[in-house]
């Protein structure tokens, strides 16, 4: 390859990287220093503009497409500890074939330490939770397992505490939502490009797919969205109705990931509520189906029966998971439809119990509530699927193909 196109120039994450081989990741601990470093924008020649498009990166592992991806949640726990092992030999021993691996996770910690010599890793952020993440990929190049990577991108209360500016302040404080956790920004581009360095640094380490997670505002922000004091970035001069803008900023940043990611080929998916493909749009968050959609690969759905409540005329849709993931599919085939170029859907599915929900309105799911939703999708046209349980304890005996 010729060097004009190895040294070609790639703008991200507010950050203007002089080289695509010079790309970072992030990780936090638990009380990091991060101090983004401010970047001068330049108007790149059109001719450097065209020869990054045509700069293709080899990561150097070897991964196919599966015939359908039928995979579960791995946290960075399980993926840097023993619990490994036991879930790589679940994958391997059932009709399961992928894992989606927390990179960066719920509270915006990043679990791996960068490269000595990175720009992140000068920034000291990291937990060490995944020790080796190259050699993680290298088993699974192995075993055959394709990789996912995911990266919670709005909800960050690492960045949000260490960074107010880039947050909603409630007065002098950060503001926290009921469970304690902040959100960064989706107005300014310098969290866009935060997140897309993540991604970009997942990719270089040997991932498939990069999965974004809490791309959305807070939910309920339209009842505090005039109380709280933020950027509107960008929008600020945008004729948008307040929905609108949420909608544009969370759209755009979903186009713009994936058009920064093209150089290392991998897919790009979007975690969504499920509900937000039966609305025009889900007003507070600035979640529009079909505009997710149109910018993505795979589209991937959250629509555990417990997280409903009376809906498709199903007043308890936890104890009837195949008729609430059929109901849901076949809402999501018209949306999806009615798409030029539709993505991959791909649903999360719920192998948990919800006994939250009180007695008399939940299951205790297993093989057969599993089974269920899996012959949902399967009998609406839908083939892959993802599996959600937070301590990655996943159901016996299931049979995947149903």
Not at 162 to 190: A, H, I, Y
Not at 327 to 348: D, T
Not at 360 to 368: I, T
Request: no cysteine; aromatic share 12%.
């Amino acid at each position: 390859m010729a060097k004009s196109l190895k040294t070609a120039v790639i703008l991200t994450a507010g950050v203007l990287l002089a080289s695509v081989d010079n790309v970072y990741a992030a990780e936090e601990s638990e009380t990091p220093d991060f101090t983004p470093r401010t970047y001068n924008t330049i108007e790149l020649d059109s001719s450097v503009l065209a020869a990054s498009q045509l700069f293709k990166f080899d990561s150097g592992l070897e991964f196919a497409y599966p015939d359908a991806v039928r995979g579960i949640f791995v946290t960075a726990h399980s993926a840097g500890g023993e619990r490994f092992g036991s879930l790589v030999e679940l994958v391997e021993q059932t009709e399961l074939n992928a894992m989606v691996i927390d990179i960066k996770e719920d509270f915006g910690h990043l679990t791996y330490i960068p490269e000595d010599g990175s720009a992140l890793a000068e920034l000291g952020l990291g937990q060490p939770l995944i020790k080796n993440p190259r050699a993680m990929l290298e088993q699974l190049e192995e075993k055959e397992i394709y990789p996912i990577a995911r990266v919670v991108v709005f909800k960050d209360t690492v960045l949000a505490e260490q960074q107010p500016e880039l947050t909603f302040m409630d007065g002098e404080q950060v503001w926290k939502n009921n469970r304690g956790e902040s959100f960064v920004n989706p107005f300014l581009k310098e969290v866009w490009d935060y997140n897309v360095q993540i991604a970009i640094e997942a990719a270089k380490l040997g991932f498939k797919e990069i999965q974004f997670d809490y791309v959305r505002f807070p939910e309920g922000f339209e009842h505090r969205a005039d109380d709280l004091s933020y950027s509107l970035g960008d929008y600020a001069n945008s004729d948008a109705d307040p929905i609108q803008r949420r909608v544009e900023a969370v759209t755009d940043f979903v186009a713009y990931a994936k058009e920064q990611l093209e150089p290392y080929e991998v897919d790009v998916s979007v975690d969504i509520f499920g509900y937000a493909a039966t609305l025009p749009e889900a007003p507070g968050i600035g979640q529009n189906f079909s505009k997710i959609s149109e910018n993505v690969d795979v589209i991937s759905s959250m629509i555990y029966p417990s997280h409903w409540t009376s809906y498709f005329g199903i007043a308890k849709p936890d104890l009837e998971p195949y008729n609430l993931v059929a109901e849901y599919a076949k809402v999501e085939n018209q949306v999806l439809g009615a798409l030029e170029n539709p993505p991959v859907s791909r649903p999360w599915l719920q192998d948990f119990t919800a006994s939250y929900l009180g007695s008399g309105n939940y299951l205790r799911y297993g093989k057969a509530e599993v089974e269920a939703q899996i012959k949902a999708l399967n009998d609406n046209g839908i083939e892959e699927f993802l599996l959600w349980n937070a301590g990655n304890t996943y159901s016996k005996g299931v049979d995947y193909t149903p």
